[in-house]
């Protein structure tokens, strides 16, 4: 059984999948939390996490310098020893010192076609270009922005959405089943790293 970590910066839907998924569903017996990570003390994730008996552990990324950050949160992540590093709405480019510590066990969610559109607000991205259908991207972490190795990806039929409101809501829904599905194949096949 893999043992990982999960990070957020806020709400934690995904991450609350996850768990829920490994307490009776698709990741059960293959995957176990260590703790959940947030860069920010007020994440309401962090309460969820805790309400499932999750540990917790914030070191609070404002106000710190990039260097004095990173160096505070690779320390942590050495010492948690995760198989994987599982972010879930964590909004925060990470250093390359941490990527080169956990090369391609870094696993992101990102809520459109990392080809087509990278960073912030993918769901409003969408809207605005009128699509009919966009995708969620499961990726590895490189040193860009959103261009790393794609895990997978799923379509999300957004044909029918009057607001960015309902757009994200379906995307969420899909997201939610897809990122559990994708940590599980991750988790149980063979995995090199590059
Ligand atoms: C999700 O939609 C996730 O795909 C997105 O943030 C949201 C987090 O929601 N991530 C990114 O945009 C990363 N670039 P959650 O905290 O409820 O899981």
């Known amino acids: 059984m893999k043992k990982n970590v999960i990070m957020i910066s806020g709400r934690g839907s995904n991450m609350e999948a996850i768990i829920r998924n490994i307490q009776s569903g698709i990741l059960k017996d293959v995957c176990s939390i260590l703790s959940v990570y947030s860069n920010k003390p007020d994440a309401v994730g962090l309460q969820i996490a805790a309400e499932f008996g999750i540990p917790t552990h914030v070191i609070t990324s404002k106000g710190k310098k990039r260097k004095t ?25 990470l250093s390359s010192e941490i990527i080169n510590e956990f090369p391609q066990r870094i696993i992101n969610i990102h809520p459109a076609d990392t080809s ?72 149980t096949t063979e995995h090199t790293v590059k």
């Open 116 to 187: 087509l559109h990278q960073g912030l607000h993918g769901y409003d991205w969408a809207f605005e270009h009128k699509l009919k259908t966009t995708k969620i991207t499961v990726h590895f972490v490189d040193e860009g922005l959103d261009t790393g190795e794609v895990i997978g990806k799923k379509d999300v039929d957004i044909s029918d959405c009057r607001t960015i409101e309902e757009v994200e809501q379906k995307g969420l829904k899909v997201e939610h089943q897809f990122y559990s599905e994708c940590v599980r194949k991750i988790l």
């Open 69 to 93: 950050y990173t160096n505070m949160l690779l320390e942590w992540l050495k010492q948690e020893n995760p198989d994987f590093i599982i972010l879930a709405g964590y909004m925060k480019m």
